[in-house]
């Protein structure tokens, strides 16, 4: 599994602290294994850099945001892109989940704060 080619912009941790996501220059996203030190997953989908990345609370989903505009919903555990949302105007500078996981915000050098309602994008249990 390859590493990043280029410069890393963002990382986080998942919240049981076994994987790390980490979003570069590179347009793609890593996921590593914290206790083996290696990549297990690279995640596709932006067309410019990943600037930022976030866990959801449960540690289920992935949100990622690019200078492309776009902010990405991804399944973990299979690396599944589950929606792009689409809504900026400029570079996606942050993600961030709500404690309870059913909204989204994300940062923009547009100047503006959106919030996404997460509940619809992925399957229910």
């Known amino acids: 599994m390859r590493k ?4 890393v912009y963002s990382v986080a941790f998942s919240p ?3 994987l790390i996501a980490s979003g570069g220059e590179d347009k793609v996203i890593v996921l590593w294994d914290v206790n083996r030190g290696r990549a297990v997953r690279v995640l596709e989908g932006h067309a410019e850099s990943v ?3 976030a866990f959801s609370p449960d540690g289920k989903l992935l949100a990622s945001g690019s200078e492309d505009g776009t902010v990405k919903l991804w399944d973990v555990a299979t690396g599944e892109l589950l929606y ?3 809504g900026h105007t400029s570079s996606v500078h942050s993600v961030a989940f709500s ?3 059913e909204l989204l915000a ?3 050098s547009d ?5 996404w309602d997460v509940r619809w994008t992925t ?3």
């Open 123 to 125: 399957p229910q249990d």
């Open 84 to 86: 792009t949302f689409k």
């Open 111 to 115: 100047g503006r704060v959106l919030l």
């Open 106 to 108: 994300s940062g923009s």
């Open 4 to 7: 990043h080619n280029g410069v």
């Open 16 to 18: 049981d602290g076994q």
């Open 99 to 101: 404690p309870d996981g």
């Open 51 to 53: 600037l930022s990345v």
